[in-house]
């Protein structure tokens, strides 16, 4: 099972993303760069979960990259955010087998082999 490193742009309390195999970039340090988080989750075989577009960028640039999950739905208000997620993490997972990049927009689902 992936285990994934989840942008301090993200909820923090998010029962969807609680437990043993999720880990906040709150609980790092409060303001860590973008490079330092791509190198935790590089290092410790995280996915990195963000709004943030850097990490898809520079995913193209890294080998090996961690994978990430970036969600691309602007400002939504969070009871919307966290509707947004939990419908389509079974997705996403599924498709994190075979995906190093995942972009999950409002109205769909894309994957970067």
Request: proline letters at 6%; glycine letters at 4%; charged letters at 25%.
């Amino acid at each position: 099972m992936p285990r994934f490193l989840i942008d301090a742009n993200l909820p923090y309390r998010f029962a969807l993303w609680q437990g043993e195999a999720f880990q906040h970039v709150y609980d790092l340090g409060d303001d860590l760069p973008d490079a330092e988080i791509w190198r935790h989750a590089r290092e410790h075989d995280l996915v990195i979960v963000t709004k943030d577009a850097d990490f898809s960028h520079w995913i193209m640039l890294s080998d090996p990259p961690p994978k990430v999950v970036r969600f691309r739905v602007g400002n939504l208000r969070l009871r919307d955010f966290h509707a947004l997620a939990n419908r389509v993490w079974p997705s996403v997972m599924e498709l994190l087998g075979e995906h190093k990049l995942i972009i999950v927009w409002s109205d769909r689902i894309e994957a970067v082999a």
